[in-house]
């Protein structure tokens, strides 16, 4: 405390020399723009930055990036001075998990912040410092305004403001600042609107006009919808600008490095909740400062619409705003700087990897992750009988969602179209060059199972070494390091192992099922719950396939001392109509407390609606726990009441 305090004072002390030095050279040689920058310089005053942020939209909704994109004037302005990254990736497609990532420079699964709102927001270890708060602590000003969407504790000591009307002005005379302002006019809220709007609410971009993905039906509403999409890109352009001029009117412009991007991706269907590239592909545009272009390498220091090529991740953003700072950069940090004066732009553009994943979003869970090299894409889907389509509310809010199912029950879809409705593959490859939407399964093709092989053996090695905590249940996660002190980071270190040996088990899922059953057989009987429940899960992947362990199952299902492997063993034999599951599961989800555990029934219970029409008859009595006004993670719980009644509606058939 004492050494931050005279670090502080020793800042201040600094930031009040290089004013009155500014003044004593600006009253001797004039106040001349050139005369102004050399001074700046010669303070060795360090950089602003400014993240402008954009809500849910992935980078193909821009004409700097698609040519049936919205113009955005100021962004294109920015571009006129700074670098366009045509390869920018969230890492995952949803808001909390994904700032998390850009707060924390570490992948969600590693840290255990991959759930979107977590009713109990993580601990981070001893030492695990957001890059925010070491610019804090190293003298900056922190502002955000004002989306604090984060999965872990501790934000009180990241900003010294965090609301709506936050700004950088009330910082000390030359102190730095780090700013963050985010805008939700493209937010997904934005797209919940009535049928009645396609006809009394017109649009300015022609919806006739739009470049509809071919995984949609090509649909009045579908029209409408992106290109109002389209327009509220224009909006949120007119209202960034509203602070480009702030800081131009502070005289801050060129000493300030410029960040625009997209949180994530979105917001069409398909898009956000979804690690497809419109769920995570986002727009990035960097303004470089005259001021501070020494910062970076030569054949960076003037752009002018220069593209980028190499891949960036959310990763990576906290090491490259330490580096610009002249701070270090953290061994915790998964990424790596992207902008420096080592960091020339060819060897930027040959970073080609990223990786992503995507879990719990509200109410639905899923579990899978991807890597892409250059333009080869390989997805795990580790849940493959789940389809991407399940329900939602928050995202069948969009009337188009709505339309899209109903047209795929009515049987009116062609394959690409009905895709997202049916159960997956538990790997994908695909050519985004070639196939930028990701209609074509190269999996199974002879020809591409070298790079097959390739990406599947990276994304294994990768997960395993974080190690990736999404191979435990939420609850279970919880449950294990919450009450004893240890932190999510901490348990996953001690359990790697144990981590890398289910990572193995539901990789069973990718060899014939004649090879798989031996060992498969053995793990059912295993004294590890955590093996049975992925041994259950890999065989819910082979389908009837596995009629043969339906018996075995069957007395799971009855008599597991684990609620996780029961429901596995009842979603297998609802799945491959073994047994009708409504009773069994009801009781489950009516003998626990946990809201997680519960909200994990649901979702298999939901999984088994739409797959086998299973109805399920809601509790006269919530079996949930009201939410407590006076917890601390009242929120969560809020998330959850809301999340509880919405499953419930729709399994009993009431939405």
Request: with cysteine.
């Amino acid at each position: 405390m004492k050494s931050t305090l005279h670090t502080t004072l020793l800042s201040r002390a600094c930031y009040l020399l290089g004013s009155l030095a500014l003044i004593s050279l600006m009253s001797c040689s004039g106040t001349d723009e050139s005369s102004h920058t050399s001074t700046l310089e010669s303070n060795n005053k360090k950089p602003n930055f400014l993240w402008l942020i954009s809500e849910d939209n992935s980078k193909h909704f821009l004409k700097l990036y698609d040519q049936a994109g919205a113009s955005m004037p100021m962004v294109e302005e920015l571009a006129e001075q700074g670098l366009i990254f045509d390869n920018a990736f969230s890492n995952a497609p949803v808001c909390s998990t994904a700032r998390s990532t850009l707060a924390t420079g570490a992948y969600g699964p590693r840290i255990g912040t991959q759930n979107h709102r977590t009713a109990e927001p993580i601990e981070l270890p001893n030492g695990f410092t957001p890059f925010s708060e070491s610019l804090k602590n190293a003298g900056y000003y922190t502002t955000n305004n004002f989306k604090s969407d984060y999965n872990f504790e501790g934000l009180d000591r990241v900003w010294h403001q965090s609301k709506s009307g936050a700004y950088w002005r009330d910082r000390t005379p030359n102190q730095p600042f780090f700013h963050v302002q985010s805008w939700k006019l493209t937010h997904e809220h934005t797209l919940h609107f009535p049928e009645s709007d396609i006809q009394n609410n017109p649009t300015r971009h022609a919806p006739s006009k739009v470049d509809l993905s071919p995984i949609y039906p090509d649909t009045e509403a579908f029209r409408y919808t992106q290109a109002r999409y389209l327009d509220h890109h224009q909006n949120i352009d007119g209202e960034m600008n509203k602070v480009l001029d702030m800081l131009k009117e502070d005289g801050e412009l060129e000493n300030t490095f410029i960040f625009y991007f997209g949180d994530h991706g979105g917001v069409l269907p398909a898009s956000k909740g979804y690690i497809f590239e419109r769920g995570i592909n986002v727009p990035l545009i960097v303004r470089v400062p005259k001021n501070f272009r020494h910062l970076l390498s030569k054949d960076m220091q003037q752009p002018n619409n220069t593209r980028v090529d190499g891949f960036v991740s959310f990763i990576d953003f906290a090491p490259t705003l330490l580096k610009l700072a002249g701070l270090e950069s953290a061994e915790y940090h998964d990424g790596e700087a992207f902008l420096g004066k080592n960091i020339d732009l060819k060897s930027l553009n040959k970073r080609d990897v990223t990786y992503s994943h995507a879990d719990r979003f509200d109410e639905k869970s899923d579990l899978v992750r991807a890597v892409r090299k250059d333009n080869l894409k390989y997805i795990r889907n580790y849940q493959p009988f789940y389809s991407d389509g399940l329900f939602a509310e928050y995202r069948y809010r969009q009337y188009v969602y709505a339309e899209w199912k109903s047209l795929f029950q009515q049987g009116k879809l062609n394959q690409v179209q009905s895709a997202f409705f049916k159960p997956k593959s538990p790997e994908a490859l695909y050519d985004i060059a070639n196939d930028p939407q990701e209609t074509t399964n190269l999996a199974a093709l002879p020809k591409y199972q070298a790079q097959l092989v390739e990406l599947r053996s990276m994304l294994q090695d990768e997960i395993k070494s974080w190690p990736d905590l999404g191979f435990y249940p939420e609850s279970e996660l919880l449950a294990q390091h919450t009450p004893k002190g240890v932190t999510a980071v901490g348990f996953g270190q001690a359990n790697k192992t144990h981590i890398a040996g289910l990572i193995d088990i539901a990789d069973l899922q990718l060899v014939p099922y004649q090879q798989a059953k031996a060992k498969l057989r053995q793990l059912l009987k295993s004294a590890d719950q955590w093996q049975r429940y992925w041994a259950l899960i890999t065989l819910s992947s082979f389908g009837k396939q596995a009629e043969e362990f339906n018996q075995h199952i069957i007395q799971l299902a009855k008599s597991d001392s684990s609620i996780h492997v029961k429901a596995r063993a009842i979603e297998f034999l609802g799945l491959n109509k073994v047994i009708d599951p409504v009773k069994p599961l009801s009781e489950l989800i009516a003998n626990t407390n946990n809201q997680f555990e519960q909200l994990q029934l649901l979702n298999i219970a939901t999984n088994l609606h739409e797959q086998v029409n299973a109805v399920f008859v809601r509790p006269a009595v919530n079996t949930w726990p009201a939410p407590d006004k006076s917890s601390a993670s009242y929120r969560g719980d809020r998330f959850f009441d809301v999340w509880f009644n919405v499953r419930w509606d729709y399994i009993s058939d009431k939405i």
